[in-house]
């Protein structure tokens, strides 16, 4: 079989559908195709999604290929974060339910991980073997308190229930009681029961999250289907590679038609003339918890901080803090500049009115850096479309002072086809700090106009 062109009409281009992705000579020509029309769609239940496909076996490039089903892959925030396969085998139906599973743990011997006061603070804690740690019936959104779980400490007479101190349910961290209690009942204080180490024993029962799928604005899921067929000839099982697949959420409800594609096509014309190009950061929303978050208040300790903020998480509570950078390019601002006299000083208001293409999605609090280096919190994003698909997304800037912890974000190159520091006329980038070249090296000096605002390099002569 012959090599296939399959370099897409709308490919960087800021559409939802990328048709076919260009394959390279370094990939297989027996490589399968991805199936089409990957649809992800709610049916009306908390924390459940359905992923829907064509057969992937009646596309025609894929008739030499024996299809044995799909993987679904799912990805946390961003479009290009890590993916994490849901399924085991491959699914041979057209169709795959990811929802939220809230499993039992029954009695589980938590004595190996128990840590019986050898810290500075001199408590005893144990960490379960899975988490988070849930409430039952809340898809993982209420708040846990130590009577969502059972714990039974035997001090060496036998299991007894006890009440834990506290938990932190994302690290699955319990803490016992080692303070006595006063008992109403026979008007004295009781001792802590705490478990004998050579001869009792502790266990816990408790409910955790399984395959999380949140219902909150914040979460963004992203979905790829890939397919996984065997060559005849080889007897090799391929699959079709992840870069090669678009992504999927359930934020686009439907289909671009034929029209809109065409309409997405020239707002990227206007923005490649006359817009700028910046660095988007997509903020986490979770992930693992960083050293400085707050577990009593909720919020990291880094936020706001005068002396820089915390340059783990930047003020987001999650190591990392952000996803990216993202290479967009955003139209012209329509702005209104003020400078007010607060009793801290001068304070710049800066609302800036702009707006992009359909990709990727953003959500409130992620993060866009000019190439002067102001950062601004992207604020009232407003997906605009019809019938469920976006075409542009409008939003606001909100200008932050540098003593923000988002200035200590480091900004290395981006993750797509046009950085910031790419140059107008596609010739080879030394390196991802590059400045912009607005001049073409193969055109005499003196020939070719040249500039320096933030729009010259989109010219082409």
Known sequence: MTEINRTSLVQGMGSPDF????????????????????????????GVLDIRWDN???????????????????AFDAPKATYQKLNINPVSSLTWRDQTSEVLVSQEDVLPTLNPGNNPDKRWYFTT?????????????GQVSPSDIMLEIDNGSGYVRVPAFKVVPEEGLVYLNINRTYDPQQNMYTPPILPDLLNGGIRVTYHYLSGLVATDYY??????????????????????????????????????????????????????????????????????RCTCYD??????????????????????????????????????PETEKQVSLTDAGFHVIYDWQTWTGPEPLITDRDVIIRQNNDRSFINRPNPQGSRGAIYQQHFSL??????????????????????VSWN???EAQPSDASPVIPVKPTVPEGVLPKGRTVTFENITV
């Open 19 to 46: 048709n076919l992705p260009y394959r390279g000579p370094y990939k297989a020509p027996s490589l399968p195709l991805p199936p089409a029309n990957v649809f992800v769609t709610s049916p009306y239940l908390i």
């Open 56 to 74: 992937p076996a009646k596309i025609p490039y894929n008739s030499d290929l024996t299809v044995l089903g799909v993987n679904i892959y799912r």
């Open 129 to 141: 073997r899975f988490k988070p740690l849930i409430s039952v019936g809340t898809n993982g959104q």
């Open 219 to 288: 979460r963004k899921l992203y979905y790829k289907v890939t397919t996984v067929a065997r060559d005849e000839a080889t007897g090799e099982v391929r699959e079709t590679p992840l870069d090669e697949v678009e992504a999927k959420t359930p934020y686009q409800m439907e289909e671009t038609d034929w029209i809109w594609k065409e309409a997405i096509r020239r707002n990227r014309w206007l923005l490649e003339r006359e817009g700028e190009r910046v660095k988007l950061f997509l903020r986490k929303w979770n992930g693992v």
């Open 295 to 332: 577990d009593t208040y909720g919020y990291s300790k880094g936020i706001g901080l005068k002396k820089g903020g915390c340059p783990v998480c930047f003020g987001t509570g999650f190591v990392g803090g952000y996803e990216g950078p993202y290479d967009i390019l955003i139209a012209p």
């Open 398 to 419: 909100d200008h932050v002072d540098q003593t923000d912890p988002i200035y200590l974000i480091p900004v290395n190159g981006g993750e797509v086809a046009t950085p």
């Open 424 to 426: 107008a006329f596609r």
